[in-house]
């Protein structure tokens, strides 16, 4: 059970900005164990946006949208938008596997991160307004689909250790972490954990199950066609590739929810 809690809060510490490092002092060995816990910290994450668009029902929807994004940026620190910006400076301005790396591992942003960003928040942004007005502005069901697609798109982005290696030396790492191999039963509880929420949505709203379901599939083929491409370009990951991945699955998942509508 020590081992367990370790294990929670190291994830909880590892991928948000919030003092879970209070509650127990953790050893090492536990954060490279993180990334199949990934979509549980997804509750945390998600759970914010959906207080903060669900407590502001007298504002405007486009603020109500914003409040919800900047929450769970606050929440995460922008870790991942930060790995996102760093893939798109990497990918978009490297020609070779060591330009790539030495790129994303630069702490300076460049043309293709803000570019990125930029064109990322705009999609993300007008997408969330889109799914609101698509679910006619029912809280449970805008409440219960920002909750799947966070926790969802997580697990999509942690499955990359099931099938790239990793890039870099341990000591190269920006964090000064190498995530381990991930055995069968910890890939079964993160399934688990990130099949819940979609489960629950489906079974309150028959309606919008075909498109949830085209939007699953879109996220989880958008993935594999990334790591493809990540492995064709510096044949591994890295800890940025995480975070792109999700960024990037997660548009993906709402736009092709929209189109499903």
């Known amino acids: 059970m020590k081992a367990i809690l370790y294990r929670i809060i190291a994830a909880f510490c590892f991928f948000t900005r919030l003092p879970f490092w209070r509650l127990a002092n953790v050893p090492k060995e536990y954060y490279e164990r993180v990334v199949s816990l990934w979509p549980l910290v997804g509750y945390l994450t998600a759970g914010v946006m959906v207080m903060a668009f669900v407590l502001t029902p007298s504002l405007p929807l486009a603020v109500r949208v914003l409040l919800a994004l900047l929450a769970r940026l606050l929440v995460t620190g922008a870790i991942h938008e930060d790995g996102f910006a760093d893939f798109c400076d990497g990918f978009g301005g490297g020609t070779n596997r060591q330009r790539i790396l030495e790129i994303m591992k630069d702490s300076h942003i460049g043309t293709y991160g803000v570019l990125g960003l930029v064109l990322y928040y705009l999609l993300f942004y007008n997408l969330i307004v889109d799914m609101v007005v698509q679910l006619e502005h029912q809280l449970l069901l805008v409440s219960l689909l920002l909750l799947a697609a966070d926790v969802f798109c997580k697990w999509v982005a942690s499955t990359i250790l099931y099938f790239l290696s990793y890039a870099r030396k341990e000591e190269e790492a920006k964090s000064r972490v190498v995530y381990a191999v991930v055995p069968l039963v910890e890939k079964v509880v993160s399934f ?39 492995q064709k370009r510096i044949q591994g990951y890295t800890g940025d590739c995480c975070g792109a991945t999700f960024i990037i699955c997660e548009v993906v998942f709402y736009l092709f929810f929209s189109l499903g509508g």
Do not use: D, N, Q, R
């Open 192 to 230: 688990v954990i990130a099949m819940l929420p979609l489960g629950f949505f489906c079974s309150i709203s028959e309606k919008a199950v075909l498109p949830l379901l085209i939007a699953a599939v879109a996220a989880l083929l958008t993935a594999f066609l990334l790591f493809y491409y990540m």
